[in-house]
């Protein structure tokens, strides 16, 4: 039986419930209290002691059902009893069926699996798939390419050699025989494909979408197909909200510290030094400020995209952040970010700014006239962009007073190192003026980068 | 684990419940069952009203126990929930003591010496005699155990959490200037929430989580029947089945378990034997605490108590 829980854990892991040690270990004990004997009670235990959210508990319920509705597999019985019961099966068998009554002898001397489709026994059947499966690991099974290997290997254990060796010998003996044994084996084959698959449903679910998000992850964003949008969007999201329940901080706080004891004796001097009122250390810390340059012209725009969808969540994350899009001229859109749903907001942008050629210098200079005095020496100022400003004068002397005047300058860019400087990219004269430069072509790089920016005011 | 009979336990849970006027569902009934086995705090989770706090006063009562009640809140902390020093209380004693201080070194020839002498009175000041116990100390204290309520959460900071932690999961804090205090006996320990705010991993993984959704329509008659006992068969049938054809529509906000019951004890109090249009159409406003939900409900009133009092009939 505990062999039996743990494989439970593994299902209960592959139908995405985050399951670890610590919390089997827990499972163990309190099943250990309750029995299992009555399966409701078995049931809500698990979902107490496993499930943490209320989507874990209607994935671990549904996957408790599907788990405890298969075949128990049974430990393989001692040999000298199992012996005695398959002859008497087999022989019980071959003498019920009529049409058999002459192939009776040849029965005899097919193997255990022939005698055992033969007889079509579907309890014995069942449990001899079961056997298998576990002798073959079928609960190791992650990906649906996995599924031809571990058919294979079920038939394998089951005996599947000696009976294609069975129907060879009786296709000239006995047609008749051999044409139900291999009607039977289809069946038996289709049975171990539904078992196979019912597996993969179990345990394989979360590698396969962890496989899947991982390849995602380090995608390049520009060359998403677009039936990956969604979930590259999907991804990101995700990718935001941990950023959140990392970062996020609540609007108020405590911000008594200990006593100050210096101050609290100046204060209290006037009373000969009796201590009537106390002073408290106060706790500082920087104000997040962060200003965001997002370039939506043609040449990132499927790129950009994702990085407004990311800039959204900051919004969510940081309190002060200002959102600017441009590409031929540059607009504020931390209004848009903030009121509206990511998808809305987006397409609001993308209509207003969005798509144009992009003109790194003018739209500097719009910024410099409109929101420069927005800069302060706590504020990082995020450039997300490409910097490919078709030949114009790209006026890196804006950025390099933007640098004097913040805190730190961050530049991201989508390309490679590669392409830095090559055509009409300005690149390398504005990676001077930058504190971090990085290239940020991925959903990982995306992540990591907005994650230092954000880290670094904690 | 033959001898054990966890259903017979299970169910005794149910019914000392049940004598407290707590109608618990099986799945409430085995998540006590199993806090108390395997010594597990329970983070109680589901909409307003359905009886989280109340699971709290009823375990209190049924096992003759304190209830001590941490409401949490934005800000919560440490000096707060857990001790504070008595910084007043040190400082006086200071300078109360102040003219003792000759007495104490009077005997110290050197400067050394007397700083030495100092010391060993040092800690004093740091004592239990100056430690303000807060609710989650008291609870730690209680000899005799007790119920310990850790209500909303949710309200919290992230940062009450990690607090939290040392306790639910071995039952002491360490305070610096004293060291560990264990639980002289571990309190059963019901942390409530409201999902306003998705609480850390750690906290969850240290919990039994239960959630408590809206019951099933057999299950509230029973709640309400503990409840409300005057209430006759006919009338408590209509009404919670009416509340369950009121809980499909999309309202902003759901009327709960405690609303039932408030609604039953309306009802009663009008003297009403059966569920009629107007009468519910005069009381709405018990059931449904937004305007806006009133005015969505109201269209349907008809429909919904034909329904109920068809219901009667069959079921």
Not at chain 2, 76 to 98: C, G, H, P, S, V
Not at chain 2, 228 to 233: A, E
Not at chain 2, 303 to 315: D, E, I, L, M, Y
């Amino acid at each position: 039986m505990r062999e039996n829980l743990h494989r439970f854990f593994r299902a209960a892991r592959g139908a995405g419930v985050r399951l670890s040690p610590a919390e089997s270990i827990d499972a163990m004990r309190a099943v250990s209290k309750v029995g299992f004997t009555d399966r409701t009670i078995l049931r809500d235990t698990f979902l107490l002691t496993l499930a943490k959210t209320q989507d874990e508990k209607k994935a671990l319920g549904d996957c408790f059902d599907l788990f405890f509705d298969q075949p128990e597999p049974q430990s393989p019985p001692e040999d000298g009893e199992a012996d005695g019961q398959h002859a008497e099966e087999s022989n019980a068998a071959s003498d019920s069926p009529g049409d058999a009554s002459d192939g009776g002898e040849q029965t005899e001397r097919l193997g255990q699996l022939a005698q055992m489709l033969l007889a079509q026994d579907r309890n014995q059947i069942s449990a001899a798939i079961a056997n298998a499966a576990g002798a073959a690991s079928l609960s190791d099974i992650r990906y649906f390419t996995q599924r031809g290997i571990f058919s294979g290997r079920i038939l394998d254990q089951m005996g599947i050699e000696r009976l294609r060796d069975d129907l060879d010998s009786l296709a000239a003996t006995n047609p008749a025989l051999a044409e139900r044994l291999t009607n039977a084996l289809d069946g038996l084959r289709g049975t171990v494909r539904e078992t196979v698959s019912q597996a993969l449903m179990l345990y394989g679910r979360e590698e396969a979408e962890n496989l899947r998000n991982e390849i995602l992850r380090n995608a390049p964003l520009s060359r998403i197909e677009p039936r990956q949008v969604e979930q590259m969007r999907h991804l990101i999201r995700q990718i935001a909200r941990r950023l959140r329940e990392r970062y996020s901080k609540p609007r108020k706080r405590q911000r008594r510290g200990h006593l100050d004891v210096r101050r609290t004796i100046r204060r209290n001097a006037a009373w000969g030094g009796v201590p009537f009122l106390t002073a408290w250390k106060r706790r500082h810390r920087d104000k997040p400020k962060i200003i965001a340059l997002c370039d939506v012209s043609g040449s990132v725009a499927r790129v950009s995209d994702f990085f407004l969808l990311l800039i959204h969540s900051l919004h969510e994350v940081v309190d002060d952040v200002r959102s600017f899009a441009f590409s031929g001229h540059l607009i504020e859109v931390s209004d848009i970010l903030e009121s509206k749903s990511p998808e809305e907001a987006m397409a609001e942008i993308m209509s207003k700014v969005g798509f144009g050629s992009s003109d790194y210098g003018s739209s500097l200079d719009d910024f410099e006239h409109g929101w420069m005095s927005a800069i302060t020496p706590q504020t990082t100022v995020i450039v997300l962009g490409d910097a490919r400003s078709n030949n114009l004068d790209p006026r890196a002397d804006i950025l390099r007073r933007i640098a004097e005047r913040s805190k730190r300058l961050v530049w991201l860019n989508p390309e490679g190192r590669m392409a830095w400087g090559w055509g009409d990219s300005e690149m390398p004269r504005y990676s001077t003026f930058c504190t971090v430069v990085r290239q940020c072509a991925t959903a990982k790089q995306l992540e990591r980068a907005v994650s230092d920016i954000v880290a670094s005011y904690q | 684990m033959a001898d054990i009979r966890p259903s017979a336990s299970i169910e005794a849970v149910e019914s000392g419940l049940a004598a407290q006027g707590y109608i618990a569902s099986r799945q409430i009934a085995t998540a006590v069952y199993l806090a108390q086995q395997i010594e597990k705090p329970i983070l109680v989770e589901g909409p307003a009203g359905v009886g989280k706090t109340e699971l709290a006063k009823a375990i209190a009562a049924w096992r003759g126990m304190k209830m001590i009640r941490l409401q949490c809140y934005e800000g919560l902390d440490e000096a707060k929930a857990l001790y504070e020093w008595k910084y007043a209380k040190q400082l006086l004693y200071t300078q109360i003591l102040k003219d003792k201080l000759g007495e104490v070194l009077g005997g110290a020839p050197t400067l050394e010496a007397a700083l030495n002498q100092l010391h060993d009175f040092g800690d004093v000041f740091f004592s239990k005699e100056f430690v303000e116990p807060r609710p989650l100390l008291q609870a730690l204290e209680q000899p005799a155990g007790c119920v310990l309520l850790i209500d909303e959460i949710d309200k919290s900071d992230a940062e009450f959490e990690s607090l939290l932690l040392e306790i639910l999961s071995d039952f002491q804090v360490t305070i610096p200037e004293l060291g560990t205090v264990v639980a002289v006996a571990p309190p059963t320990v019901i942390l409530t929430s409201n999902s306003e705010r998705d609480l850390g991993d750690a906290l969850k993984r240290r919990c039994l989580h239960l959630h408590i959704g809206f019951p099933e329509q057999k299950l509230e008659e029973r709640i309400v029947e503990s409840r409300v006992p005057g209430i006759s068969q006919t009338l408590r049938r209509q009404m919670v089945s009416f509340i369950h054809e009121v809980r499909t529509l999309d309202l902003k906000k759901l009327p709960s378990v405690s609303e039932s019951i408030d609604w039953a004890r309306v009802l009663v109090l009008l003297q009403a034997r059966e569920l009629g249009h107007e009468v519910v159409k005069d009381t709405l406003n018990v059931l449904l605490k937004y305007e806006a939900d009133i005015e969505a409900t109201t269209p349907q009133v008809s429909t919904f108590v034909a329904k109920a009092s068809r219901q009667n009939v069959f079921g």
